[in-house]
């Protein structure tokens, strides 16, 4: 038995015919771009994303979102950009010195009791509050600037 003189082509590159530009394929869609593809329709093509530089540890920005001011109608008050290491003690020792405190309440993660940043001090007046949010407004505390205003009500938040 003797094999055909034709060698099969398996495994081997064919080269472009003279004269022939070589083309680059397209790259195949992704998974989720060929199901993107099926709800858009044959005719709409999803542009391509560009390429996005991924930021280093040491060029990253901290993003700062200001904490909006809101006006005091009541004797609670929020207090924002707090240090971690700040106790309600005190909190209550720095809100003392401007009226009378009664109480005041870090906020802290549910399950790691870790302090999130802010926290909320009721005064006895809202006139203490009104002078407490004028005094410690901006104020340095354990090394961070303290963010004092009025804190939202439930009610304010269905108004809003």
């Not at 901290?62 to 924002?80: A, D, F, N, Q």
Request: proline share 8%.
């Amino acid at each position: 038995m003797h094999h055909s003189a034709r060698r099969s082509h398996r495994g081997r590159r064919r080269r472009p015919s003279r004269g022939a530009t070589s083309v680059t394929p397209k790259p195949k869609p992704s998974f989720w771009q060929r199901i993107v593809a099926l709800f858009k329709g044959p005719g709409e093509q999803s542009p391509q994303p560009a390429e996005k530089p991924v930021p280093s540890a040491t060029t990253r920005e901290k993003i700062s979102r200001k904490p909006e001011l809101v006006e005091v109608t009541s004797p609670k008050l929020y207090v924002g950009n707090l240090s971690f290491d700040a106790t309600e003690s005190d909190l209550f020792q720095l809100f003392n010195g401007v009226g009378q405190v009664k109480n005041a309440e870090i906020v802290s993660h549910k399950y790691t009791q870790r302090s999130k940043g802010f926290a909320f001090v009721q005064m006895t007046t809202i006139e203490e509050a009104r002078r407490a949010v004028q005094e410690l407004h901006d104020k340095e505390f354990l090394g961070r600037k303290l963010v004092v205003s009025g804190a939202k009500t439930p009610d304010m938040e269905r108004a809003a």
